[in-house]
């Protein structure tokens, strides 16, 4: 029993080193994010990948809806849909000028093709993501004004 208990300290403090290793590459970032999408272990808690800012609105949302209300956020923003099966992920190479980058994230979710513009930061523990804008026609929108209008 003992070993048993150990064993499974052992692997969560692994795993949670392993999850707060820093991202040295906007691309190392990204990849890391969308790979729980394509092999479905979404262990990771995804707060790792969000920029302070990020996280500050994605918990005063949470701060501010209501127990059993959903928050500003209806759909998953980093899939641009409520479900998914995504294939043919793509990351392009990041623009990069200081600690800014913006990458733009192709995928296809059930054979539909979306196309994702991330605004990432660097951060004293890597590149962050910051915002997500999508400029799919369908369905156009950018993260934090998403937060910001449901805030009003």
Same mark, same amino acid.
């Given at each position: 029993?003992?070993?048993?208990?150990? $064993?499974?300290?052992?692997?969560?403090? #692994?795993?949670?080193?392993? @999850?707060?290793?820093?991202?040295?590459?906007?691309? @190392?970032?990204?990849?890391?994010?969308?790979?729980?999408?394509?092999?479905?272990?979404?262990?990771?808690?995804? $707060?790792?990948?969000?920029?302070?800012? #990020?996280?500050? #609105?994605?918990?005063?949302?949470?701060?501010?809806?209501?127990?059993?209300?959903?928050?500003?956020?209806?759909?998953?923003?980093?899939?641009?849909?409520?479900?998914?099966?995504?294939?043919? #992920?793509?990351?392009?190479?990041?623009?990069?000028?200081?600690?800014?980058?913006?990458?733009?994230?192709?995928?296809?979710?059930?054979? $539909?093709?979306?196309?994702?513009?991330?605004?990432?930061?660097?951060?004293?523990?890597?590149?962050?993501?910051?915002?997500?804008?999508?400029?799919?026609?369908?369905?156009?929108?950018?993260?934090?004004?998403?937060?910001?209008?449901?805030?009003?």
């Amino acid at each position: 029993m003992r070993l048993a208990v150990l $064993a499974a300290s052992l692997f969560l403090a #692994l795993s949670s080193v392993a @999850a707060a290793q820093p991202f040295e590459t906007p691309e @190392a970032l990204l990849e890391a994010f969308y790979k729980p999408y394509l092999d479905g272990d979404f262990s990771v808690d995804d $707060a790792v990948f969000r920029s302070a800012g #990020l996280q500050a #609105l994605y918990d005063a949302d949470a701060e501010n809806t209501p127990e059993g209300e959903m928050g500003a956020l209806g759909f998953d923003p980093y899939i641009d849909a409520q479900d998914f099966e995504l294939s043919a #992920l793509h990351i392009d190479t990041p623009a990069i000028s200081g600690g800014y980058a913006t990458v733009v994230v192709t995928f296809s979710n059930f054979g $539909a093709r979306r196309s994702l513009s991330y605004e990432l930061v660097q951060e004293a523990d890597g590149w962050k993501i910051d915002d997500v804008v999508s400029s799919n026609a369908d369905n156009p929108y950018r993260l934090s004004d998403i937060f910001a209008g449901a805030a009003q």
